[in-house]
T-cell receptor, first 112, second 114 residues
Framework: DAMVIQNPRYQVTQFGKPVTLSCSQT?????MYWYQQKSSQAPKLLFH???????NEADTPDNFQSRRPNTSFCFLDIRSPGLGDAAMYLC???????????FGAGTRLSVL | QKEVEQNSGPLSVPEGAIASLNCTYS??????FFWYRQYSGKSPELIMF????GDKEDGRFTAQLNKASQYVSLLIRDSQPSDSATYLC??????????????FGRGTQLTVWP
């Protein structure tokens, strides 16, 4: 089945230790999104890619970076995680011009 | 400021009842509207989308849209305990290069008790 896969499902890191979360998709969608969702809050868009074009949200901290080496894969890098970065990170995909987004299962990040 | 507001709940209904979830949005030009269900600790799952004014039915779920009032709702008929989850309203407020950009509400937590 075509799908969006996030790895790992759970990630524990130390304060200030860089961490990378990954997302892959078999849907062949052009657009990939990264959201941060904290408890009882709405998913917050961090950035998204239209193909290779990177679109950063104005309020996304510089601590968050992303890479998309090819259509199938997208990575979220947190350079120096703080306690406030503990959250669920969601990857989603869509077609260009399509507005139905397909979510992966998410990665739960804990920062110690 | 583009915003999506939902009644925060929690909403509690007995099994078999109708659950009504409401959402308002700020961008009058929005064209597409979504309801996602999110179980605790899981990712959002799309359950309904609607583009035109009026009602759209899918099984026990009915989405209702009123663009003039900037209001969208979700009705769940014959509610089941398995419907207990947080329901997220999302609105596409993107334009041009940000087409497809969804704005989410904070969600309404629904509990269906046996």
């Amino acid at each position: 089945d075509a799908m969006v896969i996030q790895n790992p499902r759970y990630q524990v890191t130390q304060f200030g230790k860089p961490v990378t979360l990954s997302c892959s998709q078999t849907l062949n969608h052009n657009v990939m999104y990264w959201y941060q969702q904290k408890s009882s809050q709405a998913p917050k868009l961090l950035f998204h890619y239209y193909d290779k074009d990177f679109n950063n949200e104005a309020d996304t901290p510089d601590n968050f970076q992303s890479r998309r080496p090819n259509t199938s894969f997208c990575f979220l890098d947190i350079r120096s995680p703080g306690l406030g970065d503990a959250a669920m990170y969601l990857c989603a995909t869509s077609t260009i011009g399509g507005d139905i987004q397909y979510f992966g299962a998410g990665t739960r990040l804990s920062v110690l | 400021q583009k915003e999506v507001e939902q009644n925060s709940g929690p909403l509690s209904v007995p099994e078999g009842a109708i659950a009504s979830l409401n959402c308002t949005y700020s961008d009058r030009g929005s064209q597409s509207f979504f309801w996602y269900r999110q179980y605790s600790g899981k990712s959002p799952e799309l359950i309904m989308f609607i583009y035109s004014n009026g009602d759209k039915e899918d099984g026990r779920f009915t989405a209702q849209l009123n663009k003039a009032s900037q209001y969208v709702s979700l009705l769940i008929r014959d509610s089941q305990p398995s419907d207990s989850a947080t329901y997220l309203c999302a609105v596409n407020m993107g334009r041009g290069s940000t087409l497809g950009r969804l704005y989410f509400g904070r969600g309404t937590q629904l509990t269906v008790w046996p």
